[in-house]
Nanobody, 124 residues
Framework: QVQLVESGGGLVQAGGSLRLSCAAS????????MGWFRQPPGKEREFVAA????????YYADSVKGRFTISRDNAKNTVYLQMNSLKPEDTAVYYC?????????????????WGQGTQVTVSS
């Protein structure tokens, strides 16, 4: 059974940085796409970034392009989201997700597995 465990959230000032981690277990993830989503207070869950585990292709939402970087460590079975130049509007619960297949998709319904989420709060 696939398990995803996020960590690394917290409180940071605007302009600061955080790195989120997602430890994945239960499968060999070479044929998976790993995604990061976020849910701001009172809003729908939205796509942030995704990476194709085998090959490393990435894709970003326009709102985070140039500020966030998604990466993976094969040896540790971990996906990271490096977040720089954080803004108050980045405040949200951040979720790690996984989907089988090789196509990067940005819709939440197409992801099979989800972590429990980690809170990121950016103060102004």
């Amino acid at each position: 059974q696939v398990q995803l465990v996020e960590s690394g959230g917290g409180l940071v000032q605007a302009g600061g940085s955080l790195r989120l981690s997602c430890a994945a277990s239960g499968r060999t993830f070479n044929s998976y796409v790993m995604g990061w989503f976020r849910q701001p207070p009172g809003k729908e869950r939205e796509f942030v970034a995704a990476i194709r585990w085998g090959g490393g292709s990435t894709y970003y939402a326009d709102s985070v392009k140039g500020r966030f970087t998604i990466s993976r460590d094969n040896a540790k079975n971990t996906v990271y989201l490096q977040m720089n130049s954080l803004k108050p509007e980045d405040t949200a619960v951040y979720y790690c997700a996984a989907r089988t297949g090789l196509v990067i998709i940005t819709t939440t319904n197409d992801y099979n597995y989800w972590g429990q989420g980690t809170q990121v709060t950016v103060s102004s």
